[in-house]
């Protein structure tokens, strides 16, 4: 069974940094594509960033680029997010997702339960 | 940039009752679309992908429709566990969401 365990999140000040990790077991996670996904209380989902299955590219969405890093360690099956400057717009769940890349198209078709980021002071 | 479109915001309907979700792309997409459904406090989970393919262990009273620009979400016969927000998802662009509530 596909598991994916985020943790990390937390409160932070404005302009402060934390790190999110998403431990993954079930699969062969060196396979996959990576990525994380945020919903802000209340709002719809927005993608954030991705990272291809040996590391050697990652993606950014526009609100984090240079902001916001993404890694992992295949070796412990392990994803990463570092956020830094952090604002406050970005207090949000912040969800690990596999990501499909197929004939039928990218999805994402497994979460993990999310870990919540509150930035506030 | 591609801007997914979701209608409507909110679907007001009985257990039992037909649910017909759309979902409408900037510019054509092929069959490449998702549906996801989530339930409060829930993280997301896959329906549909390929635009009409149910995704592992998914009742068949959910199914998708549609190419290039046009899609839906149907659910055939609404059962109390099925009331939710549903979004649509092409690449890294999400639809921002219908909810679907017991009337």
């Known amino acids: 069974e596909v598991q994916l365990v985020e943790s990390g999140g937390g409160l932070v000040q404005p302009g402060g940094s934390l790190r999110l990790s998403c431990e993954a077991s079930?699969?062969?996670?060196?396979?996959?594509?990576m990525n994380w996904v945020r919903q802000a209380p209340g709002k719809g989902l927005e993608w954030v960033a991705n990272?291809?299955?040996?590391?050697?590219?990652?993606y950014y969405a526009h609100s984090v680029k240079g902001r916001f890093t993404i890694s992992r360690d295949n070796a412990k099956n392990s994803l990463y997010l570092q956020m830094n400057s952090l604002r406050g717009e970005d207090t949000a769940v912040y969800y690990c997702?596999?990501?499909?890349?197929?004939?039928?198209?990218?999805?994402?078709?497994?979460w993990g339960q999310g870990t919540l980021v509150t930035v506030s002071s | 940039e591609i801007v997914l479109t979701q209608s409507p915001a909110t679907l007001s309907l009985s257990p039992g009752e037909r649910a017909t979700l759309s979902c409408r792309a900037s510019?054509?997409?092929?069959?490449?679309l998702a549906w996801y459904q989530q339930k409060p406090g829930q993280a997301p989970r896959l329906l549909i992908y390929?635009?009409?393919n149910r995704a592992t262990g998914i009742p068949a009273r959910f199914s998708g429709s549609g190419s290039e620009t046009d899609f839906t979400l149907t659910i055939s016969s609404l059962e109390p566990e099925d009331f939710a927000v549903y979004y649509c998802?092409?690449?890294?662009?999400f639809g921002q969401g219908t909810k679907v509530e017991i009337k």
């Open positions: 990272m291809r299955e040996d590391g050697g590219e990652q």
């Open positions: 998802q092409h690449r890294s662009k």
């Open positions: 079930g699969f062969t996670f060196s396979s996959y594509w």
């Open positions: 997702a596999r990501y499909i890349m197929g004939s039928s198209g990218n999805y994402f078709d497994s």
């Open positions: 390929g635009a009409s």
């Open positions: 510019q054509s997409i092929s069959s490449s």
